[in-house]
Nanobody, 115 residues
Framework: QVQLVNSGGSLVQPGGSLRLSCAAS????????MSWYRQAPGKERELVGS???????SLQESVEDRFTISRDNDRNMLYLQMNNLKPEDTAVYYC?????????WGQGTLVTVSS
């Protein structure tokens, strides 16, 4: 029943901005911490950041100066705002949540940063 639907990925030029979305359903969204992960070609999936139930984001040091996470509990939506994008940000981005002891993942959305 838990469902996470990723969207917003695109081809973008270096230095550009993009906002990714995650539409959540099947659980009480406002009571769950949410996270973003990404997986670049040939690399392991890595944590980008998380946002708690109080709406305070926590980003990894590698992206904290350029990315931020927000949530809209009225719409059950999670967002990842990415600014000053670099080619090394190219990856499939996934949202995720832990519900009833199981981790659930969105299908992922591809972000390609290239000239």
């Amino acid at each position: 029943q838990v469902q996470l639907v990723n969207s917003g990925g695109s081809l973008v030029q270096p230095g550009g901005s993009l906002r990714l979305s995650c539409a959540a359903s099947g659980f009480t969204f406002s009571k769950k911490a949410m996270s973003w992960y990404r997986q670049a070609p040939g690399k392991e999936r890595e944590l980008v950041g998380s946002i708690g139930t109080l709406g305070i984001p926590s980003l990894q040091e590698s992206v904290e100066d350029r990315f931020t996470i927000s949530r809209d509990n009225d719409r059950n939506m999670l967002y990842l705002q990415m600014n000053n994008l670099k080619p090394e940000d190219t990856a499939v981005y996934y949202c995720t949540v832990l519900v009833s002891g199981s981790r659930h993942w969105g299908q992922g959305t591809l972000v390609t940063v290239s000239s």
